[in-house]
């Protein structure tokens, strides 16, 4: 059975202070996780730091929400894998529908960061996703398998099961508007079989593929009871300890 992992991408949101009161609810609503469950909190760069420290010890794993292609350099703004590594970052979400929108971020991109990320042995959350446009155009197949051979080129066999895929509806990310569990099955079912065109099926099965776009409280045990969907990446439930703990309860075989 693959493992589900619920990951909280905390966006721009929460300064210190409010990492430390978030980063403190978390910890007494769920001391322990359910058996086949993790969750990776990702806070922005400033409480990455703080997070660490109060998470050791704790069921909680830490992620960023981007990181550079880059080792090290003259590249002003920007943070590099290993220093992620340094504050206790063990997954990096990458290409983010928000960071291919307004960064320009591009499949190739996402690819030379995933690598990058994989390299100094972060696990990558890689995004992918069509937008309300596309899937009104009946393209949504093209897009999505455009998007998983272009992040994925060149990855190891051997790599890959480092890699978490989430497929996240552009149209479905703050909106309130989430894809049906049956929506989201068809995607994921889509994004196994990708990958064992690429690799094989024996590996295809082991991949953790997360839905994210408005999962909440009350809509996460039934997409995450479909066959193909491995865990959730959310986005504003997760900004308060009661709703993001619910979802990792629903996350419960
Ligand atoms: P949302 O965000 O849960 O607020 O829709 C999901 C995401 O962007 O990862």
Redesign the pocket.
């Known amino acids: 059975m693959r493992t589900m992992i619920i990951a909280g ?1 905390w ?1 721009m949101y929460k300064d210190l202070h409010e990492t430390k009161e978030l980063v403190t609810a978390l910890k007494a609503a769920m001391p322990s996780l359910p058996g086949n469950v993790q969750s990776v909190l990702c806070p922005p760069y400033t409480s990455l730091a703080l997070a660490g420290e109060m998470l050791k010890g704790s069921p909680f794993l830490l992620g960023a929400q981007n990181m550079s292609q880059h080792d090290e350099g003259a590249y002003t703004g920007e943070v590099s894998a290993k220093m992620l590594k340094a504050t206790g970052c063990t997954f990096v979400i990458l290409g ?3 960071r291919r929108q307004y960064f320009g971020e591009t499949n190739e991109l996402v690819n030379a960061k995933a690598r990058k990320a994989l390299a100094a042995g972060l696990r990558p959350i890689i995004c992918v996703g069509e937008t309300l446009a596309e899937r009104e155009a009946g393209v949504m197949a093209q897009i999505i398998t455009t998007q998983i051979k272009g992040v994925l080129a060149g990855i190891s066999p051997h790599e890959m099961p480092n890699c978490v895929i989430a497929y ?1 509806p552009v149209w ?4 309130g508007r989430t894809a049906t569990p049956q929506q989201a099955q068809e995607v994921h079912q889509l994004i196994r079989k990708l990958i064992a065109q690429q690799y094989d099926w024996a590996l295809a099965e082991r991949i953790t593929i997360q839905y ?4 909440k409280p009350d809509n996460a045990a039934e997409i995450l009871a479909q066959n193909d969907v491995d865990g959730a ?5 997760c900004l308060k300890a009661d709703s993001f703990s619910a979802i990792i309860k629903a996350a419960q075989a």
């Open positions: 991408n966006k983010h529908s928000e996240e479905a990310i703050g909106t994210g776009g408005s999962v990446l959310v986005g504003g439930a």
